[in-house]
C-alpha cells in the first residue's frame, strides 16, 4: 500500500529518524500552537540582541537546530542635539524688498515614506535598504518559520538617531529533544 511506503521512508534533508508522517504532525502540532516547538537555551545562542545601527546591513547568527523564531523591535533611544549655550546664540535674519523672478522649481518625488518603521527586512536573501523592505517599528513582533528562511533573512536599521535593536528567540523541534 502507498501508505505503508510513505511510513517507511525518512524525511529528506533531516539528521534524524522522523518519517514523513511524524514530520507532517509536527507541522500540524506546531501550526495550532501545540508543543511542537521548544525555546533553544541562551547558552547555545538561543536568544540574541541584536543592534541594528542606521544603515547597516545584518544577517542572524542561527543556531544549527533551529527552525522557527520570534522577533521582537524596541526603538532606539533618540539621541537629539540641542544647542549647548542657547542664551548666547545670535540669529540674523536679512530681507530684502527687491522681487527677484525666479524659475519654478521642479518637484522630485522621493521614494521614502513617512514611517514609523526602526528597521526593514527581506526574507528572499536579498539585502534590504533603507527605502525598500517589510518595515517594523516599536514592539512590532515577527515570526519566521523554517531554517533555510533564518539563514537567509536580511535586516538593516533604518531609525537615524537611535540604534534599535531585534530580540530574537530562535525555537528547534521537540523531535530533538
Given at each position: 500500500?502507498?501508505r505503508?511506503?510513505?511510513q517507511?521512508?525518512?524525511?529528506?534533508?533531516?539528521?534524524?529518524?522522523?518519517?514523513?508522517?511524524?514530520?507532517?504532525?509536527?507541522?500540524?502540532?506546531?501550526?495550532?500552537?501545540?508543543?511542537?516547538?521548544?525555546?533553544?537555551?541562551q547558552?547555545?545562542?538561543?536568544?540574541?540582541?541584536i543592534?541594528l545601527?542606521?544603515?547597516?546591513?545584518?544577517?542572524?547568527?542561527?543556531?544549527?537546530?533551529?527552525?522557527?523564531?520570534?522577533?521582537?523591535?524596541?526603538?532606539?533611544?533618540?539621541?537629539?542635539?540641542?544647542?549647548?549655550?542657547?542664551?548666547?546664540?545670535?540669529?540674523?535674519v536679512?530681507?530684502?524688498?527687491?522681487?527677484?523672478?525666479?524659475?519654478?522649481?521642479?518637484?522630485?518625488?522621493?521614494?521614502?515614506?513617512?514611517?514609523?518603521?526602526?528597521l526593514?527586512?527581506?526574507?528572499?536573501?536579498s539585502?534590504?535598504?533603507?527605502?525598500?523592505g517589510?518595515?517594523?517599528?516599536?514592539?512590532?513582533?515577527?515570526?519566521?518559520?523554517?531554517?533555510?528562511n533564518?539563514?537567509?533573512?536580511?535586516?538593516?536599521?533604518?531609525?537615524?538617531?537611535?540604534?534599535?535593536i531585534?530580540?530574537?528567540?530562535?525555537?528547534?523541534?521537540?523531535?530533538?529533544?
Amino acid at each position: 500500500m502507498l501508505r505503508d511506503r510513505i511510513q517507511k521512508q525518512t524525511y529528506p534533508q533531516r539528521k534524524n529518524t522522523a518519517t514523513i508522517l511524524n514530520y507532517l504532525e509536527e507541522l500540524v502540532l506546531i501550526n495550532a500552537k501545540e508543543v511542537g516547538l521548544v525555546p533553544i537555551d541562551q547558552d547555545n545562542k538561543g536568544y540574541q540582541d541584536i543592534p541594528l545601527p542606521f544603515g547597516r546591513i545584518v544577517s542572524l547568527e542561527v543556531p544549527e537546530e533551529a527552525v522557527s523564531a520570534t522577533m521582537m523591535v524596541e526603538q532606539g533611544a533618540v539621541t537629539i542635539i540641542t544647542d549647548p549655550d542657547p542664551d548666547e546664540t545670535v540669529s540674523i535674519v536679512a530681507t530684502s524688498k527687491k522681487r527677484e523672478r525666479t524659475l519654478p522649481i521642479p518637484v522630485i518625488e522621493l521614494p521614502i515614506t513617512n514611517s514609523s518603521a526602526v528597521l526593514r527586512f527581506r526574507e528572499n536573501g536579498s539585502s534590504p535598504s533603507i527605502n525598500s523592505g517589510f518595515g517594523l517599528a516599536n514592539q512590532d513582533i515577527f515570526e519566521l518559520v523554517g531554517s533555510e528562511n533564518l539563514k537567509i533573512f536580511r535586516v538593516i536599521g533604518v531609525q537615524k538617531n537611535g540604534t534599535p535593536i531585534l530580540r530574537i528567540q530562535f525555537y528547534k523541534t521537540a523531535q530533538f529533544e
